[in-house]
C-alpha cells in the first residue's frame, strides 16, 4: 500500500502568511506524529495523535502552531502569522499501534516551508 | 531529559568496507529505546534498527547492527559491506518509558560511500 504522504511538498509564504500543511498517513494506522526539521539538524518533536486525540502537544514552539486529526486519519498542521524562524522542513510519521516504544514510526518525505 | 549526541559530522568509508557511527546517549530513565533513521537527499526518514533497552542481544538487521553498551550509553550503528546507495544522513534517536511517544533525535551524521 500506500505509505505517508505530504502536501505540499514544498512552501514559500511571506512573513505574516498562515499556511497548512496536509499529512495523509498510512490507512489504519493509529499514531501519528509531527516533528520540525531545522537545516543540519535532527527532527525535532512537535506533537502526537493517537485517533483523533492529540496526546502530546508540548513540542509546538508557540501559540502560532496548531494541529488536528479530526477523524483520526488526515492530518493538518497550521502555523499562523509565519516568521522566519518558522522555515524548516516539517515532518509527518505515522505508525500502526498506539506509541509504546517498540513500533516504527513510518515518515513522510516532509513540507520544506520557507518563510521569506 | 534525553539526550542523543553524535560527534561525526561526515563519515567516509570506501564500497565494501564496514562503517561504525558512534551514538551516545543520556537518560534518567531504565526503559528507553534506541533507534537508527537513515535520510536520503530525497529527505524521507526510513527506520533501519531498534534496540530496546532491556533486550540482551544486540539488534541485526540484514547488513545493519548496533553495538548496545549500556553500561557506556552508547548504541553505535554499524554498516557492512557498504553499498553506494548507503550514502545518506544517518540519525540515531531515543525514546522514553513505554507510552512516552517523544521522540529525540541527534544532529545526524553524514555518510559518504566512495566508490
Known amino acids: 500500500g500506500a505509505g505517508v504522504s505530504q502536501s505540499p511538498r514544498y512552501k514559500v509564504a511571506k512573513r505574516g502568511q498562515d499556511v497548512a500543511l496536509r499529512c495523509d498517513p498510512i490507512?489504519?494506522?493509529?499514531?501519528l506524529f509531527w516533528y520540525q526539521q531545522a537545516l543540519g539538524q535532527g527532527p525535532e518533536f512537535l506533537t502526537y495523535?493517537?485517533?483523533?486525540?492529540?496526546?502530546?502537544k508540548s513540542g509546538l514552539p508557540s501559540d502560532r502552531f496548531f494541529a488536528e486529526r479530526p477523524e483520526g486519519s488526515v492530518s493538518t498542521l497550521k502555523i499562523q502569522r509565519t516568521q522566519q524562524e518558522d522555515s524548516a522542513v516539517y515532518l509527518c510519521a505515522s505508525s500502526l499501534t498506539p506509541a509504546s516504544g517498540r513500533e516504527t514510526q513510518y515518515f513522510g518525505p516532509g513540507t520544506r516551508l520557507l518563510v521569506l | 531529559a534525553q539526550k542523543i549526541t553524535q560527534t561525526q559530522p561526515g563519515m567516509f568509508v570506501q564500497e565494501k568496507e564496514a562503517v561504525t557511527l558512534d551514538c551516545t546517549y543520556d537518560?534518567?530513565?531504565?526503559?528507553?529505546?534506541l533507534f537508527w533513521y537513515k535520510q536520503p537527499s530525497s529527505g524521507e526518514m526510513i527506520f533501519l534498527i531498534y534496540?530496546?533497552?532491556?533486550?540482551?542481544q544486540n539488534a541485526t538487521e540484514g547488513r545493519y547492527s548496533l553495538n548496545f553498551q549500556k553500561a557506556r550509553k552508547s548504541a553505535n550503528l554499524v554498516i557492512s559491506a557498504s553499498q553506494l546507495g548507503d550514502s545518506a544522513m544517518y540519525f540515531c534517536?531515543?525514546?522514553?518509558?513505554?507510552?512516552?511517544?517523544?521522540?529525540?533525535f541527534g544532529i545526524g551524521t553524514k555518510l559518504q560511500v566512495i566508490p
Open positions: 537518560t534518567s530513565d531504565q526503559s528507553y529505546g
Open positions: 495523535f493517537q485517533n483523533e486525540a492529540q496526546l502530546d
Open positions: 534517536a531515543m525514546r522514553g518509558p513505554g507510552g512516552y511517544q517523544k521522540v529525540t
Open positions: 534496540q530496546g533497552s532491556y533486550d540482551e
Open positions: 490507512s489504519g494506522h493509529v499514531s
